[in-house]
């Protein structure tokens, strides 16, 4: 709070000890700052780049399935949705689906060298990442009716 690096004081109950040895109350204290108007001009709006790096640097805020998704989901999508639009573009749309899924044969399109890629990530990376938020949801299901940790249980069934 503002208002606490303002004074130096010695809490005594709820009350503040001024500088002068006199007794004031907080809220004394906090009316007399709120009639004290400054004008000051508006504060400049973020960069980008701040915007960015307040972003990166929030990552240990969040945590499980939120964190994994922003961190380490959305990129790996983005990989593979501009692979398979990069796909799209050059072989066509239809045949950059059916190599997706495995239907056609990298090597039956019109570029096999990038069709290889779409066809390797459409059998690991988009059944990885699904896979991997649905063991998450799973595993946080679990632990959330879980009595005992599962440290624990380990412990117990190693000692006897």
């Known amino acids: 709070m503002a208002l606490d690096r303002l ?3 010695i809490h005594t109950g709820g009350n503040v000890a ?3 040895g006199r007794l004031v109350s907080r809220s004394d204290v906090e009316s007399s700052l709120s ?3 400054l004008d ?6 973020d960069r980008p780049s701040e915007r960015l790096r307040r972003w990166w640097r929030s990552r240990g805020q969040r945590e499980g399935l939120r964190y994994w998704l922003l961190f380490r ?3 790996a999508l983005v990989a593979y949705g501009l692979l398979f639009v990069l796909n799209g573009l050059i072989i ?3 045949s950059a689906y059916d190599v997706n ?6 090597a039956a399109t019109a570029s096999p060298a990038l069709a290889w890629p779409l066809s390797i990530a459409g059998w690991l990376v988009a059944p990885g990442i699904a896979g991997a938020v649905a063991g998450y949801v799973v595993s946080s299901s679990i632990r959330s009716r879980r009595r005992k940790r599962i440290d ?8 006897g």
């Open 92 to 94: 066509g749309w239809r």
């Open 7 to 9: 004074l130096p004081r």
């Open 73 to 75: 989901g959305a990129p």
């Open 101 to 106: 899924i495995g239907i056609t044969s990298p």
């Open 152 to 159: 624990n249980l380990f412990r117990e069934h190693a000692d």
């Open 40 to 45: 000051l001009p508006p504060a400049p709006p």
């Open 35 to 37: 009639r004290v108007s």
């Open 18 to 20: 001024g500088l002068g």
